[in-house]
């Protein structure tokens, strides 16, 4: 998982994350921006917004 991270970070390509969710598996697709070790998140980065997810939170990654 980290190295699809990495490479959506590096080479600034999209990447699909497929999170948890209780109900219902959530995806979402953009740019990884941004790490945060220290809190294990990433920034998401698409078309007009950003957010940051919780690394635990991530099931899948496809690119």
Do not use: C, H
């Not at 990495?6 to 497929?18: F, G």
């Amino acid at each position: 998982m980290t190295r699809a991270m990495a490479y959506s970070y590096t080479e600034q390509k999209q990447i699909t994350l497929v999170l948890f969710e209780p109900f219902l598996d959530n995806e979402k697709t953009g740019v990884i921006t941004k790490f945060d070790q220290q809190l294990k998140q990433v920034r998401l980065d698409y078309e007009d917004d950003w957010e940051w997810i919780k690394m635990g939170d991530i099931i899948k990654i496809t690119t």
